[in-house]
Every structure is written in structure tokens, then in C-alpha cells.
């Protein structure tokens, strides 16, 4: 059965990569190094399933840890929010897609993450749940990459 309510969930991370779409990054390397192969991969196939899978999830938020979760959502949304305002303001610099903040070591690849496997309890989905980790390890070890070779 489709639920699609439950899109909401990937739309909220999609909308600053809409919105900031024609904004691209100002100094970014030259290289042809596209990373290791099996980080985007598992990049790809996360983001695949974190974005398909709530449409097959209803959201619920009837228990504690629901709420709880619901809560994690928000904060994590927000870190990543405050991430997409950071680099516009920061003339679009392409080291800030990476840099710390708030002590959070590539908190523009470590939000989403947290954002999904949060929503995974809300959807009661262990299939996002599997798939937001299979996105954790590519994009936050290729964001860590990225950083590395930047600073």
C-alpha cells in the first residue's frame, strides 16, 4: 500500500538541493579523483532506498519513543538547514559543504543520516532503517573523504 504523506520525509532533505540547485560551489578542487568506488556505491543505493522506501511506510506517532524520534527528526532537519544557510552565506564556498560545525565533523553528511534512520522508527521501517546505514557508510565516509583532501 502507498502512503503519499510519508514523501514528505525525503522532500524536507531534497528542498535545499532544489533550491540551491543553480547555486554551485565556488573553489572546488580540479580532481579526478571520484572517491572509493565502494563508499558511492553504498552512497547509491542508500539514497535509493531512503528516498523510495517511505512511500510504502505510514508515519506514526502514538508512542513515546515516537515522539522521541520525531524530535530527532526535527533537530537533525534543522542541523542540516543551518548547513544549506551557512554555505549561501558563505558565498557558496565549497569547503563549507564539509567543514565542522558545532564540533559535528561533516554535519552536511551526518544530518540526513540521522534524519532518516529517526524517520525509520517513525515509519516503523527496519528496510529504512537498513538502507539509512547503507547510506551512513558512503555518504559520511565520502563526505570525511572529501573534507580530508580539502583541509
Not at 532544489?18 to 580540479?30: C, H
Not at 552565506?89 to 565533523?105: C, N, Q, T, V
Not at 554535519?107 to 528496510?127: D, G, K, N, R
Amino acid at each position: 500500500m502507498f502512503h503519499p504523506l510519508s514523501l514528505v520525509i525525503p522532500f524536507l532533505i531534497l528542498l535545499p538541493n532544489l533550491m540551491f540547485i543553480g547555486l554551485q560551489p565556488r573553489n572546488k578542487p580540479n580532481e579526478e579523483d571520484k572517491g572509493n568506488p565502494i563508499f558511492s556505491v553504498a552512497e547509491a543505493v542508500g539514497r535509493v532506498g531512503v528516498f523510495l522506501i517511505p512511500l510504502f511506510s505510514s508515519i506514526h506517532i502514538d508512542h513515546f519513543y515516537e515522539v522521541i524520534s520525531l524530535i530527532g527528526m526535527i533537530v537533525s532537519l534543522s542541523l542540516y538547514y543551518l548547513g544549506w544557510i551557512r554555505y549561501v552565506r558563505g558565498d557558496r564556498e565549497y569547503s563549507l559543504l564539509f567543514a565542522p560545525m558545532f564540533g559535528i565533523p561533516v554535519p552536511l553528511a551526518i544530518s540526513p543520516v540521522l534524519y532518516f534512520l529517526f524517520a525509520a522508527v517513525v515509519l516503523h521501517s527496519p528496510y529504512l532503517f537498513a538502507c539509512g546505514v547503507i547510506f551512513a557508510i558512503g555518504h559520511i565516509l565520502s563526505s570525511l573523504s572529501a573534507y580530508n583532501k580539502d583541509s
